[in-house]
């Protein structure tokens, strides 16, 4: 690290501190980066292959959770520097563990969704047996009332 007055020169020193500065910037900027395009790359293919399960089995449940979850860390682990048998190690606990992580994760989120669509459901049942509607159902109902008048 450079210390203050290490050059006797002025101009020098903040020469030297303004290239330390912009050095340890880029090296930050360039891991944030780096971590947002690997966050990015799990993420899209979690989601691509929950996905693709759901639509190959023709049902939303856990199970599409969990083998998105395990291929996921699976490929992960492949990835992962090393010889090939730390390699098969690291694929074999990706797929334990994105699976034991994703079962309960998918569990709560098919719960949740389940409590959301039983919501929807009783607001749309009594939605129609004649309360106020807001929004853009209420204009339309108004218009057609204007209209038939």
């Known amino acids: ?4 007055g290490s050059t006797p020169d002025k101009r020098e020193q903040y020469r030297l501190m303004r290239d330390a500065m912009e050095k340890r910037f880029i090296r930050v900027t360039r891991g944030s980066i ?5 966050l990015g790359m799990f ?9 693709l399960l759901a639509e190959k089995r023709g ?4 199970f599409n959770v969990v083998g ?3 291929a996921t860390a699976a490929a992960f682990g492949l990835i992962m520097p090393g010889s090939l048998q730390w390699r098969a190690r690291n694929v074999v606990l ?5 699976a034991a992580i994703c079962f309960p994760l998918g569990w709560i989120h098919l719960k949740l969704v389940e409590k959301a669509n039983e919501g ?7 939605g129609e047996i004649g309360e106020a509607k807001s929004g853009l159902g209420a204009a339309i109902d108004r218009l057609e009332e204007n209209l038939n008048k």
């Open 1 to 4: 690290m450079l210390k203050l």
């Open 34 to 38: 780096v971590g947002g395009i690997r």
């Open 43 to 51: 993420t899209a293919g979690f989601y691509g292959l929950q996905n």
């Open 59 to 62: 049902v939303h449940d856990v």
């Open 68 to 70: 998105a979850g395990s």
């Open 94 to 98: 990706g797929s334990v563990l994105g």
């Open 120 to 126: 929807n459901m009783a607001a749309k049942s009594s």
